[in-house]
């Protein structure tokens, strides 16, 4: 499903010929099966933002590659990776991500008009994906008329909307409090039984990464492999 291939990477502080080059990660090497719970977890700093953002094409690896459904998309585009990251990918964001001038339902049905869906089909999967996650009496509030938790699924419904087999979720749960909290983990290992989905999450809380069937810590750019128990 996701296979990570000796991938290091740097970044670059000061100006071109004076910059100083700060080590982020170093010959990364993983896969992620599909339908697993993949759960990263490393302190502040141990480069696993940076690795969620190469894994989702934001940055292109320095070295090494990265395959998705067997395609290597660390050789696409922008463009190219655009295109498939609305077809292939979701996403949850610790600070959610919601457009505050947009209802819930618009949230959720954004991914479909950039998809070029057509407006009948658009409202009918929209409706049904705020019943699945328990909104459909709030889906015109706006997300500052939602509690947190609330505003965590309509998040994962925008992530869900476009049916993709992998989602990528940077600290789900760092916003919320510790009982909406185990009901999300809930409603994520739901989904992976469900309907099968690929979870690969970043986390540095011990709650979030049991729910993980793998769990992979990262120190210093560097991994190693094993199962909290």
Avoid: C
């Avoid at 705020?130 to 609330?150: A, T």
């Avoid at 699924?153 to 185990?182: F, H, K, Q």
């Amino acid at each position: 499903m996701i296979t990570v291939k000796n991938v290091s990477h740097d970044f670059e502080i000061g100006k071109k010929g004076r910059a100083t080059i700060i080590p982020v990660l170093r010959d990364i090497n993983f896969s992620v099966n599909r339908g697993e719970i993949l759960t990263i977890v490393g302190r502040s700093g141990s480069g696993k933002s940076t690795l969620l953002n190469l894994i989702s094409g934001f940055i292109r690896p320095r070295e090494g590659g990265i395959w998705i459904n067997e395609e290597q998309v660390s050789k696409l585009n922008e463009a190219q990776f655009a295109d498939f990251r609305i077809k292939n990918l979701g996403f949850i964001f610790q600070s959610f991500q919601l457009i505050p001038s947009m209802t819930a339902f618009q949230n959720i049905e954004l991914p479909l008009i950039i998809k070029g869906m057509a407006e009948k089909e658009r409202r009918d999967k929209t409706e049904e994906m705020l019943k699945k996650v328990g909104l459909s009496e709030y889906q015109d509030h706006y997300p500052g008329e939602l509690s947190g938790g609330q505003q965590q699924r309509v998040s994962i419904a925008r992530a869900l909307i476009v049916n993709p087999p992998i989602i990528l979720a940077d600290e789900p749960t760092g916003s919320l409090d510790s009982e909406t909290e185990e009901d999300l983990l809930t409603f994520i290992k739901q989904l992976n039984q469900d309907l099968g989905i690929t979870f690969l999450i970043i986390t540095h809380d011990d709650k979030v990464a049991r729910i993980g069937h793998r769990t992979i810590e990262l120190s210093d750019g560097r991994i190693t492999e094993g199962e909290l128990v």
